[in-house]
């Protein structure tokens, strides 16, 4: 099946500093992938859609500024929160959409998750 | 406004009892419905379902889905405690959307 990895698993880094995350597709080619958060307890919330070679979309209430998105291949996308704050502390997954067939149908695949806490 | 709802929110089972999970959507342009199971890492795809009436099946477990009522169920037979989790259902929308619910926390008692 389709595979989809996240790097690092796990990060904790100081106040004010910047992580980024690593989403990658291992066996397909993804020209969409999201990023979502999601709280203890809670479900996933969608916050951008990153195209390939294209600017991401940002979903009502997320700021670009502070969580910057590349997807520069068919293959990675990258996450970076900037000038990290505590309340930023949070697991955050990022899935690839794999296009199969005919129909338009498609799958989303989800990586691993990084939890990120910041002190 | 798009919605996606599960129900109960959480369930207590014994081994070997058979649960049935509930999603119920309001989702314009409707494309998919997809079924998750999360565990203590990301969710893990566990079906697809884009016609009304027929079920898919892997192993112990099956779905279907009715597009004229708007819902979809995920049944589990003969549960284990391996079966603990939260299960996850997506609703796919226009662009690239796709609708979350609350989710379904199942735990197993042996």
């Known amino acids: 099946g389709a595979v989809v990895s996240q790097h690092p698993s796990r990060v904790i880094c100081k106040s004010g500093t910047s992580v980024k995350i690593e989403c990658r597709s291992l066996d397909f080619q993804a020209t969409t992938m999201f990023w979502y958060r999601q709280f203890p307890k809670q479900s996933l919330m969608l916050m951008a859609t990153?195209?390939?070679?294209?600017?991401?979309?940002?979903e009502q209430g997320v700021e670009k500024d502070k969580f910057l998105i590349n997807h520069a291949s068919l293959t990675l996308s990258t996450l970076t929160v900037t000038s990290a704050h505590p309340e930023d502390s949070s697991f955050y997954i990022c899935s690839a959409r794999d296009r199969k067939g005919g129909g338009g149908q498609e799958t989303q695949y989800f990586g691993p998750g990084t939890r990120l806490l910041v002190l | 406004e798009d919605k996606v709802v599960q129900s109960p929110l959480s369930l207590v089972v014994h081994e070997g009892d058979t649960v049935t999970l509930n999603c119920s959507y309001e989702?314009?342009?409707?494309?998919?419905l997809l079924w998750y199971k999360q565990e203590k890492k990301a969710p893990t795809f566990l079906f697809m379902l884009?016609?009304?009436?027929i079920e898919k099946k892997s192993g112990r477990l099956s779905s279907i889905l009715d597009k004229k009522e708007l819902f979809s169920i995920l049944n589990i037979t003969a549960t284990q405690t391996g079966d603990s989790a939260v299960y996850l259902c997506a609703v796919g929308g226009p662009g690239n959307q796709f609708y979350f619910g609350t989710g379904t926390s199942l735990t197993v008692i042996p």
């Open positions: 990153s195209n390939e070679g294209s600017k991401a979309t940002y």
């Open positions: 989702v314009t342009n409707f494309r998919s």
């Open positions: 884009t016609s009304s009436g």
